[in-house]
């Protein structure tokens, strides 16, 4: 009989990091915190910032991260269209290198405000950073394709940029360059491959790589999860770490305001954007699009519209996903869709109610915006979070 295939291929050092390392996982000390953040949310009260990140990072599992930010290279820069083209690398204690783009202005200032923007999940875990930037002739048609369906053509981080800002975009824990190596794929991941080429077989539909791919890690997710919890961390908390690393070599860059830093992200990027804002009580703005509901209106309906991102356990059931912003020091913008079709609008519109509330006693400020259409971000959303980003991290 063959040999089982890895079921986390590239990241067989994972455990090892994680056990060697001080996690926070949500046992006696976790559970401990939890009857004063509920009550705490029942009655709109705030608890205590440090009490409810220790929370977060108890129940998310995010392991500690060194001192120093990694050692950055840096490859050779390039122009396209008025932006500066910085491709990065970085290696993190376990699994592939990261890769990642710098961007600035063509003739930036001497010090520039800084944004760490998430790319979204959107199912494609193929694709990591480079859907959000527009690399002139290295573009590939994957990425172009993306654009158009999820950001009307744009390439939102190059546009950001090109206003007067730093921005960074990584790839994050299981996308792009940090993807989990499926060929050989695990069995149960290889079945549900199978079961997909079956069906673009009987359509006459070839795919491409790309698609084999996606087609692989979005059943291969669910091991990942699995791995995480036997670990003692969390998927999202993974994703967390690697944010949370590129944060700190954003704030280590050359000519980025250490002090004067955000962070942006639509869909699943929205949420990483929270979450970090949640994790760096420093961050200055987070803009969030197309990811803010209470949890409960995702039940029963809704919650096969969504990733593990969304799905850590033991965080909701003490804490709603607007409270994450209780543990923020950082300006909020929300951007809600009306006709969202991963949310239901009494969702949207309790999550929206939830952070005016809290806003009422937070020290920083939320804006709550609503647009018309569907789980996108128009060029009308892009052009308020860069005008938010100016507003909240101008020096």
Excluded at 110 to 132: D, I, Q
């Amino acid at each position: 009989m063959d040999p089982r295939p890895s079921a986390i291929g590239g990241y067989e050092d994972w455990p090892d990091f994680v056990r060697n390392s001080r996690t926070f996982h949500l046992g006696a000390a976790g559970r401990a915190f939890i009857p004063g953040i509920r009550q705490a949310a029942g009655t709109g009260g705030l608890p205590e910032t440090g009490e409810v990140a220790r929370y977060a990072l108890a129940a998310l599992g995010v392991p500690d991260l060194p001192p120093d930010p990694p050692r950055v290279e840096r490859g050779q820069a390039f122009l396209v269209e008025g932006v500066r083209v910085t491709p990065l690398q970085w290696e993190l204690p376990f699994g592939p290198s990261t890769s990642a783009f710098l961007l600035t202005p063509d003739e930036p200032a001497e010090v520039l405000p800084g944004v760490l923007w998430m790319h979204c999940h959107g199912g494609n875990k193929w694709l990591g950073a480079e859907r959000l930037i527009d690399l002139g002739a290295r573009n590939t048609p994957e990425a172009v394709a993306y654009r158009r369906r999820l950001y009307e053509g744009r390439a939102v981080a190059s546009d950001l940029a090109r206003t007067g800002m730093a921005v960074l975009v990584h790839d994050p824990f299981g996308w792009g360059s940090r993807r989990f190596l499926l060929e050989p794929a695990p069995r149960r991941t290889a079945e549900a491959v199978e079961a997909q080429r079956s069906q673009w077989a009987a359509s006459g539909h070839v795919p491409s790589a790309a698609e084999l791919y996606n087609a692989a890690a979005a059943e291969h997710e669910n091991t990942v999860a699995k791995a995480a919890g036997l670990l003692g961390t969390s998927f999202g908390g993974m994703v967390a770490y690697d944010d949370l690393a590129a944060l700190a070599v954003l704030r280590s860059l050359p000519g980025v305001d250490p002090l004067s830093v955000g962070t942006a992200g639509f869909s699943g990027g929205g949420g990483r954007a929270l979450t970090l804002a949640a994790l760096d009580t420093d961050l200055r703005a987070c803009a969030v699009t197309g990811m803010m509901t209470t949890v409960s209106a995702l039940f029963p309906a809704y919650l096969d519209a969504h990733s593990w991102l969304l799905a850590t356990p033991g965080l909701a059931a003490a804490v709603d996903l607007p409270d994450l912003w209780a543990f923020a020091g950082a300006e909020l913008l929300v951007q809600y869709a009306r006709e969202d079709e991963l949310f239901p609008l009494e969702g949207m519109q309790g999550a929206d109610d939830r952070l005016l509330e809290l806003s009422r006693r937070h020290a920083a400020g939320y804006t709550g915006s609503w647009h018309p259409g569907g789980h996108v971000m128009t060029t009308a959303m892009q052009a308020e979070v860069t005008a938010f980003l100016h507003r909240s991290l101008a020096v």
